[in-house]
């Protein structure tokens, strides 16, 4: 291999990490303050997210309570993830946002994977 490919390949790796660590991600708390433990929570699991996609542009994240009515509230977590050319979305309930942003976070993993491989082949 030259010296040149060598080069080449090390600098696309670089720039693709650097892309990776650049993602903006936004996290919305709806009907109620959200501590930092809950937002530090969802940036950890935010991190993984680069391993899957290299191009993430913007991830969004919402959390919100549902109806206000019921005596035991749902909790909901909606991620938007945004790739050149595409737009991911999941929506999970459940009785805590972690299960909730858990559930989803996978959800879109799996869309991710999904999206790769029918571009691969």
Known sequence: ??????????????????????MNVNIQSVRFDADAKLTEYVNKKLQKLGTFHERIIEVNVFLKLDNVVHTIKDKIAEIRVHVPRHNFFVKTTSKSFEESFDTALDSIINQIKRKKEKLAA
Do not use: G
């Not at 080449?8 to 790796?13: E, G, N, R, S, W």
């Open 1 to 22: 291999m030259s010296v040149e490919i060598l080069i080449f390949k090390v600098l696309f790796f670089i720039i693709s990490f650097i892309k990776c660590e650049i």
